[in-house]
């Protein structure tokens, strides 16, 4: 299974709870964000094209591109 790791602009709780229907639509439950992390992670771990989940996330006000 590939894992997918992007650097954020997620904040807090709130935008976690904001984004979840549409993660689990795009990845099932197959992700988690590292918010402690200075990069507030987001992590995939579902066979997902890491454009969609960029696109998913700047379509909705958030900074993300994937970490090589």
Request: proline residues 3%.
């Amino acid at each position: 299974m590939e894992v997918l790791v992007f650097k954020t602009s997620v904040q807090s709780a709130d935008h976690i709870l904001r984004l979840t229907p549409l993660l689990n639509q795009l990845a099932g439950t197959n992700w988690n964000f590292a918010l402690d992390d200075c990069d507030r992670i987001l992590r995939i771990v579902a066979p997902v094209e890491s454009d969609a989940a960029v696109r998913l996330l700047t379509a909705h006000g958030f900074d993300c591109e994937e970490l090589e």
